[in-house]
């Protein structure tokens, strides 16, 4: 079965750091393309960054300089650094499965929540 | 980026109406339209991806169409369980972006 999983949320002072996990099985995350989305307490989602197969990069500009996304292909996980948080990062943060051929996210987890504040 | 406009931004109907959800994005991105349902306390579910093709176990009642700047969400015959928001997403540029939803409620 395709399954992501994501850890590592809690509540963080602002201006710190975490690191988000999206562990998957079913599939190698070096062969299809991962994505964070998130959503604030009751927003829409928010697109927040991808990592391709072949490593490349991107991110969406409120987080740009402040998130960084890798993977480590040995322990088929994805990861979400996020540094300097704000109260605007609050949020539940999904990991999801891109479809290599058709742009879309097919599979998603249950995601992670993220609260910043002192 | 690429905004996407959704609505309505809400909307009541009756088990059995037909209903329709209406996307449009604020330049041209062909047919890179998906669009996903989400319940309350639950992950998006990707229902319909290149504009009109349906993912695989979602019922037929479901179906898309348009292409360019103007998409539409189409449940032929509501049941109880379609109440949800529903997102369209354009994938047409890498920095991904989503419309504000539509709250779709059962009268």
């Known amino acids: 079965e395709v399954q992501l999983v994501e850890s590592g949320g809690g509540l963080i002072q602002p201006g710190g750091s975490l690191r988000l996990s999206c562990a998957a099985s079913g599939f190698t995350v070096s062969s299809n393309y991962v994505t964070w989305v998130r959503q604030a307490p009751g927003k829409g989602l928010e697109w927040v960054s991808l990592?391709?197969?072949?490593?490349?990069?991107w991110y969406a500009d409120s987080v740009r300089g402040r998130f960084t996304i890798s993977r480590d292909n040995s322990k088929n996980t994805v990861y979400l650094q996020m540094k300097s948080l704000r109260a605007e990062d609050t949020a539940v943060y999904y990991c999801a499965r891109g479809d290599n051929v058709g742009d879309y996210m097919d599979v998603w987890g249950k995601g992670t929540t993220v609260t910043v504040s002192s | 980026d690429i905004q996407m406009t959704q609505s309505p931004s809400s909307l009541s109907a009756s088990v059995g109406d037909r209903v329709t959800i209406t996307c449009r994005a604020s330049q041209s991105i062909s047919t890179y339209l998906n669009w996903y349902q989400q319940t309350p306390g639950k992950a998006p579910r990707l229902l319909i991806y290149g504009a009109s093709s349906l993912q695989g176990g979602v019922p037929s009642r479901f179906s898309g169409s348009g292409s360019g700047t103007d998409f539409t969400l189409t449940i032929s015959s509501l049941q109880p369980e379609d109440s949800a928001t529903y997102y369209c997403q354009q994938s047409y540029n890498t920095r991904y972006t989503f419309g504000q939803g539509t709250k779709l409620e059962i009268k």
């Open positions: 990592i391709y197969s072949g490593g490349s990069t």
